[in-house]
T-cell receptor, first 114, second 112 residues
Framework: ETGVTQTPRHLVMGMTNKKSLKCEQH?????MYWYKQSAKKPLELMFV???????ENNSVPSRFSPECPNSSHLFLHLHTLQPEDSALYLC?????????????FGPGTRLTVT | RKEVEQDPGPFNVPEGATVAFNCTYS??????FFWYRQDCRKEPKLLMS???SGNEDGRFTAQLNRASQYISLLIRDSKLSDSATYLC?????????????FGSGTRLSIRP
């Protein structure tokens, strides 16, 4: 199993749809992250979970709803998105949030909102 | 001033050349620093951490200058496979108020 997996890899959804992105890490890490990467912009950290508890929410609109049922799984629930939400959504994990440990990224879900 | 700033490039250098990038950060209390590399349409991958004493991994050398608040990445004897975007990452601390900040990246293109 590769370290961090994400499904689906590509997603096209309408503005009224509800969908979920899934992330799974097989590295025994305790912190998981959601990032958004738009064209020509730096990665934007959206949410951080440390030991299954959400520790950071960087002013993300409520149409994005994260869920972390355990340290290995992370979901991002999407509803009533806007076209400007089209981007690459990356999941990452690290040993824990409060440490020097590096982050390992999944391949991302390329989302297009029509 | 942006919290983390990088020269976007592109840097276009011949194979075998030495190339260096800098990344400046604004928060003097920043705790840890990393260089990631991102290939086109792929996820970022950790290249190396940056330690206070500087560190080297093969052809790659990373340096931290806390006084001037920048980190650097030096690539010697560059290869075609080094072509990528290099992201500077700064972790401002370990409390709930701290942040992980990515730079916009520096594009490097190595030509034969």
């Amino acid at each position: 199993e590769t370290g961090v997996t994400q499904t689906p890899r590509h997603l096209v959804m309408g503005m009224t749809n509800k969908k979920s992105l899934k992330c799974e890490q097989h590295l025994g890490h305790n912190a998981m992250y959601w990032y958004k990467q738009s064209a020509k912009k730096p990665l934007e950290l959206m949410f951080v979970y440390n030991f299954k508890e959400q520790t950071e929410n960087n002013s993300v609109p409520s149409r994005f709803s994260p869920e972390c049922p355990n340290s290995s799984h992370l979901f991002l629930h999407l509803h009533t998105l806007q076209p400007e939400d089209s981007a690459l959504y990356l999941c990452a994990s690290s040993q824990e949030r409060e440490s020097y440990y590096e982050q390992y990224f999944g391949p991302g879900t390329r989302l297009t909102v029509t | 001033r942006k919290e983390v700033e990088q020269d976007p490039g592109p840097f276009n250098v011949p194979e075998g050349a030495t190339v260096a990038f800098n990344c400046t950060y604004s928060n003097s209390a920043s705790q840890s620093f990393f260089w990631y590399r991102q290939d086109c349409r792929k996820e970022p991958k950790l290249l190396m951490s940056v330690y206070s004493s500087g560190n080297e991994d093969g052809r790659f050398t990373a340096q931290l200058n806390r006084a001037s608040q920048y980190i650097s990445l030096l690539i010697r004897d560059s290869k075609l496979s080094d072509s990528a975007t290099y992201l500077c990452v700064v972790n401002t601390g370990y409390s709930s108020a701290s942040k992980i900040i990515f730079g916009s990246g520096t594009r490097l293109s190595i030509r034969p």
